[in-house]
């Protein structure tokens, strides 16, 4: 990988570099990138909740609830589409 580095930013990332005994300043600039790529997905794709939310949650998906109109609509759309041969009920996306 071939990089472009301000003076300053090499020289802050050299410093680090040799504090946490790093073997090289290539080693220590794919270490910083592999846990800030690691955290940035984390927080992209993970949904954290306390306690009060998480059985909030789970209480919602579980309870049993008659489907509203607009789902009942979505049902009866899709019914027609397959009836007119517009989509397959075989396949699913």
Do not use: W, Y
Not at 13 to 37: C, D, H, N, P, Y
Not at 48 to 76: I, K, S, V, W, Y
């Amino acid at each position: 990988m071939d990089l472009r580095m301000d003076p300053t930013v090499k020289e802050l990332a050299t410093r680090a570099s040799a504090l946490i005994g790093s073997k090289s300043l290539s080693e220590f600039v794919v270490q910083a990138i592999r846990e800030k790529s690691t955290r940035v997905i984390e927080e992209a794709e993970v949904i954290r909740l306390n306690n009060e939310a998480f059985h909030g949650f789970m209480a919602a998906c579980e309870a049993e609830t008659d489907p509203n109109e607009a789902l009942l609509a979505a049902q009866r759309r899709r019914k027609q589409r397959i009836e007119n041969g517009e989509i397959d009920r075989r396949v699913t996306r």
